[in-house]
């Protein structure tokens, strides 16, 4: 018997949009609608499955490594599928969303990857997600230029030689797409829709460049999931009639539970993986929002003040660099998101001077790339890489045998001198209010005190003002973290940006909404698992 026909999706409030038709074509919506019928209910039960372990997690206040893949981890034979051309050298990649002007800039940046990014760098729009495909799709045809109506400066594609190779990022499993619903009313995830959208009209087109449908896959909490994304790759690829192995999948390792399994994660996905990132703002979001419940040694200190150097992190980062190597697998280390001023020459001196010794460290360390968030960064952490890897495309050869992780490392917080600060709470409240205000407005990727900020930064900033209230926190200054301080410090912070942008463009802007958000996240006894989620209830359009 054969398998019923998709069920017709519709999409709902929403207006039409210029260039939906290269997008929203039939055949496109009736693939997404298969992905919808087959791996949804899977899907739901994986989010499911995420609620119990965070229970357990809450009962136990400690994670290990998993007996019942003990095998896999002991199986030196196994290895993933060797890199395609295009992404075998990775020194150096830069992210952001799939606005037409950035679509030009990032492929024209000199980096060697762009994350092409529907995710945390990109507020769900409809128009946002249907003409962020649509500007790939004409990248991919050399079909796309941008005039800045403000400057009047055009921008224009390099010669494909001198392109980036795309690797899109889709939303993770838990964001569901409101304006694209099955025959029953219910939303289709987000993640088949971006996904869906790009392997279908993209997937044929990047193999006549010498290039394949390549993808970051964000948030991911088990080895269960990503044998889900490994089971849609097969499928896709059979769908639209090219070779099995064609899909290439880097895995963000972005929270705490996956940083326990990230062998099976690529063993689940060895036909179809390409590496491992170490993504340091989600994963300590992670860490909070798991261990929220665990007592003093959890609670993190200024969000500044965890770098990569603290113990905890440095044994997520090097496991992460030997995992990857023993399995044949890139290392891409994290995000360097410091944005150049135009006005102050001290303060990038500064800032380049870190993102270097950032990028040196992580080089020295056996990454095989790293990530920036502009493309004034691309030619620093581009030395730093070439000082380590010369002509070689990677350093996966370099197998970090002297490393050694016990579980229990990952999870030493209290590791760390650093406390929570007064200022470090002040910190939280303005880019937490400032990100947030520009993600209502469609924005997803924003520049807050000269640092790019995306989604990432909100959670963080809006957990760690939940945990320091959560945990009675005192500040040096001998106030204590209580939801009354939140309020007032988030008050002159209001009162503080309308003095600062003058009362027209504060009423025409989302300041109080964002605020309230804000404090609604950080202030309710029942932590929300993400803030996309009731502040996606709030996105207009």
């Known amino acids: 018997m054969s398998a019923p026909a998709p069920s017709p999706l519709a999409i709902v409030?929403?207006?039409?949009?210029?260039?939906?038709?290269?997008?929203?074509?039939?055949?496109?919506?009736?693939?997404?609608?298969?992905?919808?019928?087959?791996?949804?209910?899977?899907?739901?039960?994986?989010?499911?499955?995420?609620?119990?372990?965070?229970?357990?997690?809450?009962?136990?206040?400690?994670?290990?490594?998993?007996?019942?893949?003990?095998?896999?981890?002991?199986?030196?034979?196994?290895?993933?599928?060797?890199?395609?051309?295009?992404?075998?050298?990775?020194?150096?990649?830069i992210t952001g969303p799939t606005d037409?002007?950035?679509?030009?800039?990032?492929?024209?940046?000199?980096?060697?990857?762009?994350?092409?990014?529907?995710?945390?760098?990109?507020?769900?729009?409809?128009?946002?997600?249907?003409?962020?495909?649509?500007?790939?799709?004409?990248?991919?045809g050399r079909d796309i230029d941008f005039t800045d109506e403000r400057t009047g400066k055009s921008y224009a594609l390099r010669p494909n030689e001198e392109l980036a190779t795309v690797v899109m990022r889709p939303r993770g499993w838990h964001l569901d797409e409101r304006h694209l619903v099955d025959a029953d009313g219910t939303p289709v995830p987000g993640a088949f829709v971006d996904f869906g959208l790009y392997f279908f009209h993209n997937a044929q087109r990047l193999l006549d460049l010498g290039k394949g449908p390549y993808f970051y896959l964000p948030k991911t909490e088990s080895h269960l999931e990503a044998r889900l994304w490994n089971d849609v790759f097969v499928f896709a690829q059979d769908y639209v009639g090219i070779p099995q192995g064609t899909v290439r999948a880097t895995v963000l390792i972005e929270t705490i539970t996956a940083a326990y399994e990230m062998e099976e994660i690529l063993y689940e996905l060895r036909d179809h993986a390409a590496g491992l990132n170490a993504g340091r703002w989600d994963y300590l979001f992670s860490i909070v929002k798991n261990f929220r419940d665990g007592g003093a040694r959890f609670v993190l200190p200024d969000r500044n003040a965890v770098t990569m150097t603290a113990p905890f992190m440095r044994a997520y980062t090097e496991l992460l660099v030997r995992t990857c190597h023993k399995r044949g697998a890139h290392a891409i280390g994290g995000m360097a998101a410091f944005i150049p001023s135009r006005r102050d020459a001290e303060v990038n001196k500064v800032a380049f001077e870190k993102v270097r010794a950032d990028k040196d460290r992580e080089a020295n360390d056996g990454f095989d790339g790293s990530w920036v968030a502009h493309p004034d960064l691309v030619p620093i952490a581009m030395e730093s890489f070439d000082r380590v890897l010369g002509d070689k495309p990677n350093q996966?050869?370099?197998?970090?045998?002297?490393?050694?992780?016990?579980?229990?490392?990952?999870?030493?917080?209290?590791?760390?001198?650093?406390?929570?600060?007064?200022?470090?709470?002040?910190?939280?409240?303005?880019?937490?209010?400032?990100?947030?205000?520009?993600?209502?407005?469609?924005?997803?990727?924003v520049a807050i005190f000269n640092l790019m900020e995306d989604a990432a930064t909100a959670e963080i900033s809006r957990s760690q003002i939940w945990q320091w209230i959560?945990?009675?926190?005192?500040?040096?200054?001998?106030?204590?973290?209580?939801?009354?301080?939140?309020?007032k410090v988030a008050a002159e912070e209001l009162d503080a940006i309308r003095k600062e942008i003058g009362e027209q463009a504060f009423a025409a802007g989302h300041w109080q909404e964002a605020h309230d958000l804000l404090l609604k996240v950080s202030l309710d006894e029942d932590y929300a698992d993400f803030l996309t989620l009731p502040a996606y209830q709030q996105l207009k359009g």
């Open 470 to 487: 959560n945990a009675g926190v005192e500040f040096e200054n001998g106030d204590r973290a209580t939801p009354e301080l939140a309020r």
């Open 13 to 93: 409030d929403a207006e039409p949009l210029p260039r939906q038709e290269k997008v929203l074509t039939d055949a496109a919506l009736a693939f997404v609608a298969e992905l919808h019928r087959r791996f949804t209910p899977r899907r739901d039960e994986l989010l499911a499955r995420r609620a119990e372990r965070r229970a357990e997690i809450a009962r136990t206040s400690t994670l290990d490594f998993l007996p019942e893949t003990a095998a896999i981890r002991a199986d030196d034979s196994w290895r993933v599928a060797p890199a395609p051309a295009a992404l075998n050298d990775r020194r150096v990649e």
């Open 396 to 445: 996966k050869d370099r197998l970090r045998e002297d490393v050694r992780v016990e579980a229990a490392e990952l999870i030493a917080i209290d590791s760390l001198d650093a406390k929570p600060t007064y200022n470090g709470l002040v910190n939280a409240v303005q880019v937490g209010i400032r990100y947030i205000e520009a993600w209502l407005r469609g924005l997803g990727a």
């Open 100 to 140: 037409r002007k950035m679509t030009i800039n990032a492929l024209n940046s000199g980096a060697r990857v762009w994350l092409a990014d529907f995710e945390d760098a990109s507020a769900p729009t409809w128009e946002n997600v249907v003409l962020g495909q649509a500007n790939l799709i004409d990248a991919y």
